[in-house]
């Protein structure tokens, strides 16, 4: 008779009547600005920010493409290592994709490299080797070290034997104590990663998307929905009502944004890409996003686009798998519109 779950189910009913309330009074137009304010507000940082300052750390030329490691600046005197992937034979300026790794071993894993930096060789993991995948349909290609994971561990989760575990525990809580979420910092990070990547001379700023899987969903849908200069995104195995997935299954620490539902639920942030193309990817096994209430964000979303009359650049993909990347839909998809996107700038 003591347990909370009552009324815990009851705030979430009360929160979600408020924020009813709140837009009985609205535009959609002044509806979607609020909330991109509100959004935006969460996640800003107000530590100084600090300069790219990018440097090369190492350029590989390998068998379809060129691998660079390069380190650059964010907020807080934090530094990023980073791989850049380039097609080989560059010629003129490419569209570019930001990639946002999820819980493994961080860049490595989405490159086509072992967690100690030597060459994968076997079959991809969950993580699909999405940014190689990428980079060999022409795209120029950058995959941060997320803070939390791989290089970007804190020491005592480096130690000897310790491989694909995280800090995302401990970062979490200790940034709170500064009135920081990690959500906040990792969405600025890749925001400075869309920086540098638009520093460079060989792509194409008119044609930059993203594409995200699991908690780098996360980031990739947050960044997407607060920086138009993303122009199409993917969200892989993400996707989902905080009502269905973070709320009834246990998560990562790091899915979680302070006071987020006094203004919205996850479908309605996601909703902020609109009407920029949105492709939504979820295994219809996966356990810890279930699809069931994937399907009810695309049902939120598929409306919105079409109120947007933007119907055509929203796509869906479901497929038989459990919490993996499958992207036989989506890299084609990201093919064609960030070409689109390049011819009509």
């Excluded at 107000?46 to 490691?69: A, K, N, T, W």
């Excluded at 349909?137 to 000897?160: M, N, S």
């Excluded at 920081?180 to 998307?209: K, N, P, T, W």
């Excluded at 902020?272 to 810890?288: C, E, N, T, V, Y």
Aim: charged residues 25%; hydrophobic residues 40%; negative net charge.
């Amino acid at each position: 008779m003591w347990n909370p779950d009552a009324i815990m189910e009851n705030l979430y009913n009360t929160y979600a009547g408020k924020r009813l309330q709140e837009q009985e009074h609205e535009t959609a137009d002044s509806y979607k600005l609020r909330l991109k304010e509100q959004l935006t507000g969460s996640l800003t940082l107000q530590e100084g920010q600090d300069d790219l300052h990018p440097v090369l750390l190492e350029r590989i030329e390998l068998s379809d493409h060129i691998r660079e490691r390069i380190e650059f600046g964010t907020y807080m005197g934090f530094r990023v290592p980073a791989y850049v992937l380039i097609p080989l034979g560059l010629k003129e300026k490419r569209a570019a994709v930001l990639t946002l790794h999820g819980h493994g071993f961080g860049s490595r894993q989405i490159v086509g490299l072992n967690a100690d930096g030597t060459e994968h060789t076997g079959e991809p993991d969950i993580h699909g080797n999405y940014a190689l995948e990428l980079v060999r349909r022409g795209f120029i290609v950058i995959a941060p070290e997320i803070i939390g994971f791989g290089d970007r561990r804190l020491a005592e989760d480096q130690k000897e034997g310790k491989v694909g575990n995280s800090s995302c525990q401990t970062l979490a809580s200790h940034l709170l104590l500064y009135g920081i979420s990690l959500a906040a910092l990792r969405v600025q990070e890749a925001r400075r990663a869309l920086d540098y990547v638009l520093s460079r001379d060989d792509v194409d700023s008119s044609s930059v998307g993203c594409f995200g899987f699991s908690g780098g969903g996360l980031i990739a849908a947050y960044t997407a929905a607060i920086d138009e200069r993303v122009k199409a995104t993917v969200l892989c195995a993400f996707a989902n009502t905080f009502k269905g997935s973070i709320m009834p299954i246990r998560h990562c620490i790091d899915n979680y944004l302070p006071g987020v539902l006094a203004y919205a639920e996850l479908p309605e942030l996601i909703g902020l890409i609109a009407p920029r193309p949105l492709f939504i990817a979820s295994g219809k096994q996966d356990p810890i996003f279930p699809v069931e209430t994937v399907e009810v964000a695309v049902a939120y979303l598929r409306k919105l686009y079409i109120q947007s009359g933007a119907e055509d650049r929203l796509h869906v993909h479901l497929y038989d798998g459990v919490h993996e990347v499958d992207g036989s839909q989506a890299y084609p998809w990201l093919v064609e519109k960030l070409a689109e996107a390049s011819r009509q700038a």
